[in-house]
């Protein structure tokens, strides 16, 4: 049995669905994060789970236990805010000490855990610093050694690097994983970052407008995204519309490709996802080899980048498709007609909306 | 060549300061005329009264217990009204703070309302409300056929503390609800997360948060009601009075005149350490919340509770503050016989019995003379501090700033009191001229000027000036055609300001306005003091008269100045 389980959870605000019938499993242990961009209810799911907010249907079980009737104080859970809030009228040390005051542990204890807790995010020395004094990514260390220190059956983190700037975003982000991976605790992870989401998360669920569209390991979900919004919200462009055939090929725009498997019934709409970067220069001239899937073009762009070329083919179409090519390959200069192959797991198919 | 390149020119900086000086001057002349040389004579008085130094005065307020009774009545009166005010003001602030409802906004213009009231005015309210003669008495001698009124409230402590707790109501939700509405919730929602119960969060995190802005907002009201002079001198009758009130009887009805300077200079006293212990407080309050939690999170009242303690608050304001100024008004048009508007006509009338020498409408034009002098010669001399404050970052101005405040640190009582000893005489003799009225309200009303006006100059930068320097404007030019129109609004608040307090002003007036020549508040005072219908109804009329005025005022204030930022 899964450890936190949510039943069809809803909630609404002014008519407006902010969770719409969600349910989730977290195995102990598990880091899950949801994914999604701003609005779509995932902070509200996890107020949800915290108890700061009731839901209007559906259930949240964690270990066996509905959790409707315990106040958010009793969870034993614990929640890191997207700002931190950290109390400003206590200094480090009296705000990581703050949840185990209030479970009344023994003086000496408490001395000894907060100790423990700034050697473990790396603030020794730091105890009797006002927070207002902390700079952007101490208070971030403060506000996760103060969810941690209480041993939380269940750690929320609310974008808990979303205030901070780009570069000490990624600093952080390594530190934050180690710390939670070295602990084992379960946690949730809220983020519109995807890059947070595949570092951090054993499984990563994608909300869209108070919905989960799909919940899978970070590296299947990259390999597989169940549909167009997951697709385009992990940032992939390249949608061709088409249609299964009698043979179990596709017909596109960018001619038959081999359907590789999937289990639609014919005739049917689909789109092909074609990844970036599973595409290379067709060295070879002549008609298409048997299981050999060309796409020819114009080349819109082409930009060197160092590592790769940045390549934009217009299709027959008039759609214009994006490639990362790699930084050897010779690409044709812009307005030049050009033919790339592309590898079988460079395909995806998924319905039509 | 060195010289040459040297930007600071001795020639120019020369003009500047001497530019600077004689900004400074006009508020420094004015303060020392009309502030500190009052306020010496009252030293003098009360130290040396016939001229040689003597202490025979300050000896017997010591020793008599009379006058140590006036101390301790004074001070729990307010610590007690302090109390009430804010037992029954925080809720308010609570649900101002978390709450987003309809018609918000409005109720907030509303509730500080009775606050900008001239006192004369809020104690004629409740005495239209239940008085002896009031709405609430005269509704339960008509219905049970009594023939005595059943609430006796007037002349007792009960009156005096529920017009105090009318009056300070919105300074604890100004300043409470304020703080509260910054309070991040998700700071609670931490500590709730951590194991801290709803009443443990309040205690460990919210209220010590609120603290320190529960603390200013309490001095205040507390500072507000030590001086508070027309409710207790109105509603307390003969049995009850402040350091205020004694000073007043002292001069104007035992003529004790270095008896009240003694007593002066003990109000001065505490008023200044109360006034100093709030901005100490003030400066506090600021560097303890986060300068990031300014947003706003405030959410609709959804649940059953929610709205039962909303629902509860807005009813509870409606009665408290509006039941007062309701009756005042129905008081004013309800006779014997019915509806009328019999008092306002007798507002135009001057009877052979009447207590004036002339009819009650004078009254009207003299306070509207005497405002539009006030707020004409407020705002020459705010300007010129708040222009001299602005552009001077040195130790001058910082020790320049509180001083201009000065006389919002002192009792308008005291004030008056020193004008009458001081400005009646050669060298300056000026008993029998009509400035008198309007010089003493210019002292009460040209700080409220520089607390509006000076945020917004000082918004503007410095380089804002350089350039239309450079574009070739004359110091003049530049103050006409680029700061002028950046602080207009500010202007306006202040002079709406200036004219308000002008208007209503009267713990100075009743001490130094002539008896041909009286004011609003003065003749309401009058007329409250005298028996009969016909007085009790005009001074009805004439409060509502006052207190729309005031409340206008006040409501064009809150127009112009919403979205931005003043100082209280």
């Known amino acids: 049995m899964a450890l936190l389980e949510l039943r069809h959870i809803s909630k609404t605000f002014n008519h407006h669905r902010a969770v719409d019938d969600v349910s989730i499993d977290l195995e102990d242990g598990h880091i899950l994060c949801l994914l999604g961009p701003s609005g779509c209810g995932k902070t509200t799911l996890l107020r949800i789970i915290a108890g700061l907010e009731r839901s209007d249907e559906g259930t949240v079980y964690f270990d066996g236990h509905d959790m409707a009737a315990v106040e958010p104080h009793r969870r034993n859970f614990s929640m890191m805010f997207q700002e931190f809030a950290l109390f400003p009228h206590m200094d480090v040390v009296g705000n990581i000490t703050f949840g185990l005051?209030?479970?009344?542990?023994?003086?000496?204890?408490?001395?000894?855990?907060?100790?423990?807790?700034?050697?473990?995010?790396?603030?020794?020395?730091?105890?009797?610093?006002?927070?207002?004094?902390?700079?952007?990514?101490?208070?971030?260390?403060?506000?996760?050694?103060?969810?941690?220190?209480?041993?939380?059956?269940?750690?929320?983190?609310?974008?808990?690097?979303?205030?901070?700037?780009?570069?000490?975003?990624?600093?952080?982000?390594?530190?934050?994983?180690?710390?939670?991976?070295?602990?084992?605790?379960?946690?949730?992870?809220?983020?519109?970052?995807?890059?947070?989401?595949?570092?951090?998360?054993?499984?990563?669920?994608?909300?869209?407008?108070?919905?989960?569209?799909?919940?899978?390991?970070?590296?299947?979900?990259?390999?597989?995204?169940?549909?167009?919004r997951v697709a385009r919200f992990l940032g992939f462009h390249n949608l061709v519309e088409g249609c299964t055939t009698a043979e179990g090929t596709i017909d596109t725009a960018l001619g038959i490709l081999p359907a590789g498997d999937h289990d639609f019934p014919q005739q049917t709409r689909v789109i092909v996802l074609i990844r970036p970067d599973g595409a290379r220069v067709r060295d070879e001239s002549g008609p298409a080899q048997p299981g050999e899937i060309v796409v020819s073009g114009t080349v819109k762009d082409c930009l060197f980048k160092g590592r790769n070329y940045h390549l934009e083919l217009q299709i027959e179409n008039g759609q214009a498709l994006v490639f990362e090519l790699s930084g050897e390959s010779r690409p044709s200069p812009a307005g030049s007609s050009m033919e790339l192959v592309l590898s079988k797991r460079a395909c995806v198919i998924m319905p039509a909306e | 060549m060195d010289r040459v390149l040297d930007n600071n020119c001795p020639a120019v900086n020369r003009s500047t300061n001497r530019y600077r000086i004689g900004i400074a001057g006009v508020p420094l002349v004015f303060l020392a005329v009309f502030y500190?040389?009052?306020?010496?004579?009252?030293?003098?008085?009360?130290?040396?009264?016939?001229?040689?130094?003597?202490?025979?005065e300050l000896k017997k307020l010591i020793s008599t217990s009379f006058y140590i009774r006036t101390l301790w009545f004074t001070t729990w009166q307010a610590a007690l009204s302090t109390i009430l005010t804010l037992i029954v003001a925080l809720p308010g602030a609570y649900i101002f703070a978390r709450y987003r409802f309809t018609g918000k906004n409005l109720l907030q213009s509303f509730t500080a309302i009775p606050f900008v009231l001239p006192s004369v005015v809020v104690a004629a309210a409740f005495h239209a409300l239940l008085g002896p003669n009031g709405i609430v008495n005269s509704w339960l001698m008509d219905s049970f056929d009594l023939t005595v009124p059943p609430i006796r409230l007037n002349h007792t402590i009960w009156f005096i503390l529920m017009a105090h707790v009318f009056y300070n109501y919105t300074v604890i939700i100004r300043i409470v609800g304020g703080a509260w509405a910054r309070l991040q919730p998700s700071l609670s929602e931490a500590a709730r997360m951590l194991g801290a119960s709803s009443w443990k969060t309040?205690?460990?995190?919210?209220?010590?948060?609120?603290?320190?802005?529960?603390?200013?907002?309490?001095?205040?009201?507390?500072?507000?009601?030590?001086?508070?002079?027309?409710?207790?001198?109105?509603?307390?009758?003969?049995?009850?009075?402040?350091?205020?009130?004694?000073?007043?009887?002292?001069?104007?009805?035992?003529?004790n005149l270095p008896m009240a300077a003694a007593l002066s200079l003990v109000q001065i006293c505490f008023t200044f350490v109360f006034m100093w212990v709030y901005t100490w407080l003030q400066r506090r309050t600021t560097f303890t919340l986060y300068p990031e939690s300014r947003k706003v999170t405030q959410r609709k009242p959804s649940t059953r509770k929610d709205r039962i303690i909303v629902g509860t608050n807005i009813i509870a304001m409606a009665v408290l503050l509006g039941s007062p100024l309701a009756a005042l008004v129905a008081q004013s048009v309800s006779t014997k016989q019915g509806f009328s508007l019999v008092y306002y006509r007798a507002l135009f009338e001057n009877p052979e019995q009447s207590i004036f020498y002339i009819p009650p409408v004078e009254a009207i034009a003299y306070s509207i003379g005497f405002a539009l002098t006030a707020l004409v010669l407020s705002l020459i001399i705010g300007l010129c501090a708040a222009t001299f404050l602005a552009q001077n970052k040195s130790r001058a101005a910082s020790l320049l700033d509180p001083l201009f405040m000065l006389p919002l640190a002192t009792s308008a009582v005291t004030l008056g009191f020193g004008y009458i000893i001081a400005l009646d005489k050669p060298p300056l003799?000026?008993?029998?001229?009509?400035?008198?009225?309007?010089?003493?309200?210019?002292?009460?009303?040209?700080?409220?000027?520089?607390?509006?006006?000076?945020?917004?100059?000082?918004?503007?930068?410095?380089?804002?000036r350089e350039s239309a320097a450079m574009l070739g404007a004359s110091s003049v030019q530049t103050w006409m055609h680029v700061v002028m129109p950046i602080v207009r609004r500010s202007v306006i608040v202040g002079a709406v300001f200036a004219f308000t307090i002008s208007i209503g002003e009267f713990g100075a007036t009743v001490f130094v306005a002539r008896p041909q020549t009286p004011t609003m508040p003065l003749a309401i005072y009058r007329f409250l003091g005298q028996p009969g219908a016909l007085n009790y109804g005009q001074a009805m009329a004439m409060s509502t008269v006052l207190m729309l005025a005031t409340a206008l005022g006040f409501l064009l204030l809150e127009r112009i100045r919403s979205g931005q930022e003043g100082e209280f």
């Open chain 2, 202 to 255: 309040f205690r460990e995190i919210t209220f010590p948060l609120l603290f320190p802005s529960i603390c200013a907002a309490s001095l205040l009201v507390f500072i507000f009601c030590f001086s508070s002079f027309g409710v207790i001198l109105i509603l307390g009758g003969p049995r009850y009075a402040t350091i205020e009130v004694e000073i007043y009887r002292q001069a104007v009805h035992i003529f």
């Open chain 1, 101 to 228: 005051k209030m479970q009344k542990q023994p003086r000496k204890e408490i001395l000894q855990r907060s100790k423990e807790m700034l050697a473990l995010v790396g603030l020794d020395g730091y105890g009797t610093r006002n927070v207002s004094e902390l700079s952007g990514g101490e208070r971030q260390r403060v506000a996760l050694a103060r969810s941690l220190a209480t041993h939380p059956r269940l750690v929320l983190l609310d974008e808990p690097l979303g205030s901070l700037d780009r570069a000490l975003r990624e600093r952080l982000l390594l530190d934050l994983r180690n710390i939670l991976k070295t602990l084992g605790v379960t946690a949730i992870f809220v983020t519109h970052d995807q890059t947070e989401a595949y570092a951090i998360g054993d499984i990563i669920a994608v909300m869209n407008r108070g919905k989960i569209e799909q919940i899978d390991s970070p590296e299947k979900l990259y390999d597989r995204p169940a549909n167009v």
């Open chain 2, 429 to 464: 003799n000026l008993r029998t001229s009509i400035m008198l009225v309007p010089l003493a309200h210019t002292l009460v009303a040209y700080p409220f000027v520089v607390r509006s006006v000076l945020p917004a100059l000082r918004s503007i930068p410095a380089n804002l």
């Open chain 2, 36 to 56: 500190f040389y009052p306020l010496i004579k009252i030293f003098t008085l009360s130290f040396m009264p016939e001229g040689v130094p003597e202490l025979g």
